[in-house]
């Protein structure tokens, strides 16, 4: 019997040699090659092998030798190949990674970092995900994605005033800033970033009157 390798490059593949015994033949000796070169001897039944050709040789206590092949083959590996949507907006949560699984042997179990069971794992923000595939016979593969994000909007709103300035953030400003930020939301739903430029020119508090006269 041949037990084949599980996965790919594993080596967990076994064969068990059953003798047909024909006359008074006993005492027998073994002898095992691996892609034609020695492996074991005094073995009959082989364990943790890996994917080759292997021939096996029986001879007997009167020099008569039987042999037989046996090929264990590669299986074909599992991969995934992964796609990405990024966040909607800056700073937000809503970016997405699927994996799309080819390979081993159905079904999979999936395990993501962020503890996603499924193929796919939502709600993502700006970072780096791995993920793990692995089917019925425990092969797996892991892999990393990683979830990019839009620029940040930031505009600048330039105003020039007299004595005082109330700005869209309900503050009175009596003095030039140039520091004062705050967060606008867009038609589009994402955050806006805006900083202050505001120069404040102050009036002369003394102010000369002219009488009119008539001449």
């Given at each position: 019997?041949?037990?084949?390798?599980?996965?790919?490059?594993?080596?967990?593949?076994?064969?068990?040699?059953?003798?047909?015994?024909?006359?008074?033949?006993?005492?027998?000796?073994?002898?095992?090659?691996?892609?034609?070169?020695?492996?074991?001897?005094?073995?009959?039944?082989?364990?943790?092998?890996?994917?080759?050709?292997?021939?096996?040789?029986?001879?007997?206590?009167?020099?008569?030798?039987?042999?037989?092949?046996?090929?264990?083959?590669?299986?074909?590996?599992?991969?995934?190949?992964?796609?990405?949507?990024?966040?909607?907006?800056?700073?937000?949560?809503?970016?997405?990674?699927?994996?799309?699984?080819n390979g081993g042997v159905s079904p999979y179990v999936y395990n993501w970092s962020n503890g996603s069971a499924t193929s796919q794992a939502q709600?993502?923000?700006?970072?780096?995900?791995?993920?793990?595939?692995?089917?019925?016979?425990?092969?797996?593969?892991?892999?990393?994605?990683?979830?990019?994000?839009?620029?940040?909007?930031?505009?600048?709103?330039?105003?020039?005033?007299?004595?005082?300035?109330?700005?869209?953030?309900?503050?009175?400003?009596?003095?030039?800033n140039n520091t004062a930020m705050t967060t606008i939301s867009g038609q589009n739903g994402c955050d806006s970033v805006v900083t202050l430029n505001?120069?404040?020119?102050?009036?002369?508090?003394?102010?000369?009157?002219?009488?009119?006269?008539?001449?």
């Amino acid at each position: 019997d041949v037990k084949e390798v599980s996965c790919l490059d594993s080596s967990d593949g076994k064969i068990f040699v059953s003798l047909e015994v024909l006359g008074a033949s006993t005492d027998f000796t073994y002898v095992w090659n691996r892609n034609g070169a020695l492996l074991a001897e005094d073995i009959k039944d082989m364990a943790n092998l890996s994917p080759a050709t292997y021939l096996f040789a029986a001879t007997d206590n009167f020099g008569c030798t039987q042999t037989d092949t046996f090929e264990l083959a590669n299986p074909e590996g599992i991969t995934a190949l992964f796609d990405t949507i990024e966040p909607s907006c800056y700073g937000d949560s809503t970016g997405n990674a699927s994996i799309a699984v080819n390979g081993g042997v159905s079904p999979y179990v999936y395990n993501w970092s962020n503890g996603s069971a499924t193929s796919q794992a939502q709600n993502l923000s700006l970072g780096s995900y791995w993920y793990e595939v692995t089917d019925t016979n425990g092969c797996y593969t892991t892999d990393t994605v990683f979830i990019d994000q839009p620029n940040q909007l930031v505009g600048i709103d330039s105003i020039i005033a007299c004595d005082s300035y109330t700005w869209i953030d309900g503050i009175t400003y009596f003095s030039s800033n140039n520091t004062a930020m705050t967060t606008i939301s867009g038609q589009n739903g994402c955050d806006s970033v805006v900083t202050l430029n505001l120069n404040i020119n102050k009036i002369d508090s003394t102010i000369v009157r002219l009488g009119s006269t008539i001449y």
